[in-house]
């Protein structure tokens, strides 16, 4: 595989229910960043690792939780999520953290959650 | 606070040129982003202006004036598969990323 992979591509979950979704970068980078797209609005971020560390957390409620293992793999561990969670979950990765200049991020395709 | 601007919804020809803006209010500026989205897939990257100017690649160019909080992607002899969203976004003085909510650009035959 090449580039950034996440799964499951879709979800569908009940509020009650507990799931994860994963984010793999086969790239090298050192930074890792989840993203919550909505319709019509811009990308939110949510999350961002560098080199395993959280050195970002954007006010995100406590319902949705990430892990960083190591720098290849991220988590987003998700619980007792409300309807207006649903959305597009994207990952992105990058060399490194947005702390410098004419940096790219590569995404992932997306998990696209619904909750019902 | 911090807002980038950006048509919703464009509509062009196959074959034309179409021309995309963004305006920004930013803390500061490091250099803005293009991204290309297709429906239900990725973002990829299409350029980066740092300078005032215009940066030309193929088809694409992105044209950047850092003292009007503006830029605009020109998009040359359109293809349908160019239908697709374009996210403009703005690093900020603390190098942050601050995202547009995207223009939707159709091809029509």
């Known amino acids: 595989e090449t580039g950034v992979t996440q799964t499951p591509r879709h979800l569908v979950m009940g509020m009650t229910n507990k799931k994860s979704l994963k984010c793999e970068q086969h790239l090298g980078h050192n930074a890792m960043y989840w993203y919550k797209q909505s319709a019509k609005k811009p990308l939110e971020l949510m999350f961002v690792y560098s080199l395993e560390e959280r050195v970002e957390n954007n006010s995100v409620p406590s319902r949705f939780s990430p892990e960083c293992p190591n720098s290849s793999h991220l988590f987003l561990h998700l619980h007792t999520l409300q309807p207006e969670d649903s959305a597009l979950y994207l990952c992105a990765s990058s060399q490194d953290w947005a702390g410098t200049p004419s940096y790219e991020q590569y995404f992932g395709p997306g998990t696209r959650l619904t909750v019902t | 606070g911090q807002n980038i601007d950006q048509p919703t919804e464009m509509t062009a020809t196959e074959g034309a040129i179409v021309q995309i803006n963004c305006t920004y209010q930013t803390s500061g500026f490091n250099g803005l982003f293009w991204y290309q989205q297709h429906a239900g897939e990725a973002p990829t990257f299409l350029s980066y202006?740092?300078l005032d100017g215009l940066e030309e690649k193929g088809r694409f160019s992105s044209f950047l004036s850092r003292s009007k909080g503006y830029s605009y992607l020109l998009l040359k002899e359109l293809q349908m598969k160019d239908s697709a969203s374009y996210l403009c976004a703005v690093l900020d003085s603390n190098y942050q990323l601050i995202w547009g909510a995207g223009t939707k650009l159709i091809i029509k035959p």
């Open positions: 202006n740092v």
